[in-house]
């Protein structure tokens, strides 16, 4: 690992200040950047470590639920806010990694993770997310856990969080602060697909820093699942995985939310498959027609054909069993 600087900042603003200086990154938990440097995957001069700023609180206000950034992703999935107003983050937290890591690990840095391409971490092969235009490992190589949805030629890494998935899926927001003030960004907007820009896995702007996420209030309370398919029962990321989220009132469903992971380079919403339920009785019938649509438009790759039907499965089961918790 190369030598660099390290800094805790107290306030947010000197920390955006400091971060502006050198080569220079954020870094809460560390769980995935510590392995990326010491990989010499990612080469920084400088940390500035934020584990000091106030940014720690979950509060509902106004039923808008109001997530620090450097909640831990353990934290957020045991507390009783989230288990009673927003119980499909709570599942997908708890599919994510292990309790160690997830102890470690902030909803900010959650959002932040690299994918786990096997190319991308082997700094002897191409990767053009790793290394712009040299090119991409995967696209020739072993792709069976890779993207089926959104990706091209230039990167078919897919993004590894489950908590983005449920995020997305519940039409989250991102607050951010940085050297020209705050904003916010639509969660479904945040992460990229690649483009003709794969070393860019989101629309953060330059030395801005991911302050809180909110949710807004919704019906999404019993009729909820989150499944994830992988090769081991834990601590292994998805091979495809469904945020099912529905409001069912008098035998119809109202309102409907699907997200996929381990599809796609960001979390992949399902909408022509939500509209497909929206008004319809919750069947098995009416579910199997919203999977086919949601996986139409699926191209896989030598290893990874098999995800379509999976995919198609997954969606199927996960509204299913939402329907019978
Ligand atoms: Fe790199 Fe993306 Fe290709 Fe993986 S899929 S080798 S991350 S460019």
Same mark, same amino acid.
């Given at each position: 690992m190369n030598q660099f600087s390290y800094v805790r900042p107290t306030s947010l603003k000197a920390a955006i200040e400091a971060v502006a200086k050198n080569n220079a990154r954020f870094i809460a938990g560390g769980t995935n950047l510590l392995d990326l440097m010491k990989n010499g995957v990612i080469i920084s001069d400088k940390l500035v470590d934020i584990n000091r700023l106030p940014l720690k609180d979950i509060q509902l206000d106004n039923g808008v639920l109001h997530i620090g950034s450097l909640v831990l992703n353990s934290d957020l999935a045991e507390h009783e806010l989230v288990k009673t107003h927003h119980p499909l983050l709570s599942q997908a937290l708890l599919a994510g990694a292990s309790q160690q890591l997830r102890n470690m690990a902030t909803v900010g840095g959650n959002m932040m993770q690299r994918t786990r391409c096997s190319y991308y971490y082997d700094t002897t092969m191409p990767c053009n997310k790793r290394?712009?235009?040299? /090119?991409?490992?995967?696209l020739g190589g072993i792709n069976r856990m890779h993207a089926i949805f959104g990706a091209n030629d230039n990167c078919i890494a897919v993004h590894p969080s489950d908590m983005c998935v449920a995020l997305a899926a519940l039409d989250a927001t991102v607050l951010v602060s940085g050297p020209k003030g705050d904003r916010h960004i639509p969660f479904t907007d945040f992460h990229r697909l690649p483009g003709n820009t794969p070393q860019l896995d989101n629309n953060l702007g330059k030395n801005e820093l991911i302050t809180a996420v909110e949710i807004p209030a919704n019906?999404?309370?019993?009729?909820v699942y989150y499944l994830k398919v992988r090769?081991?029962?834990?601590y292994a990321f998805a091979l495809v995985s469904v945020a099912a989220a529905l409001d069912i009132r008098d035998g119809v469903i109202q309102q409907a939310r699907l997200a996929m992971g /381990?599809?796609?380079?960001?979390?992949w919403r399902l909408p022509d498959a939500e509209k497909a339920l929206t008004g319809k009785a919750p069947t098995v019938e009416n579910f199997r027609i919203a999977a086919n649509i949601a996986t139409q438009s699926a191209k896989t790759y030598k290893h990874n054909a098999f995800k379509t039907a999976l995919a198609t499965n997954s969606i199927q089961t996960a509204l299913l069993k939402a329907t019978t918790v």
């Open positions: 290394s712009p235009n040299s /090119g991409c490992g995967a019906n999404f309370t019993k009729n090769d081991r029962a834990s /381990g599809v796609a380079h960001k979390p």
